[in-house]
């Protein structure tokens, strides 16, 4: 499998909805993924394979130190070969590039071998509110 990383790259809501409906098991819906992450995002990863998009994370950030991994999300078929693990390698080169102190991340516990294991997070305490 080779797969192209590209930071701030261009994609298509349509394709970006249906990888996230995939990835977190609902339908698709008609976000506007690109004025969001241009609005309020530090950058993005765009993961593709011959022009199709097979990966994608989103690195939210406070405009100052600190960024956040939000969605990151792989095609089924790409699953296991290193992608995500590359769409986070490029997230924490790009974060460190832009003077961020901490990316941080949080994560259900089917993840943790993920970002604790494969990525080389930390553990944190942290605190969550359902709103």
């Known amino acids: 499998m080779t797969v192209a990383y590209e930071w701030r790259g261009r994609f298509d809501n349509t394709v970006i909805n249906a990888l996230h409906a995939e ?3 609902h339908a698709p819906m008609e976000d506007d993924w690109w004025a969001r992450v241009n609005r309020h ?3 993005w990863v765009c993961a593709t394979e ?3 998009l097979v990966g994608f994370v989103n690195v ?3 405009g100052a130190v600190h960024a956040f991994i939000l ?3 792989v095609t089924r078929r790409a699953r296991r070969h290193g992608v995500g693990t590359e769409l986070i390698a490029v997230a924490v080169r790009e974060a460190r590039a832009a003077d961020c102190e901490w990316l941080h991340v949080d994560f259900d516990d089917d993840m943790k071998d993920f970002y604790l ?3 080389g997070f930390q ?3 942290a605190g969550i ?3």
């Open 23 to 25: 990835g977190f098991g």
């Open 41 to 43: 995002s530090l950058g």
């Open 50 to 52: 011959n022009g199709e």
């Open 60 to 62: 939210a950030w406070d």
């Open 71 to 73: 969605d990151t999300l």
């Open 117 to 119: 294991g494969a990525c």
């Open 123 to 125: 553990p944190t305490h």
């Open 129 to 131: 509110i359902a709103l």
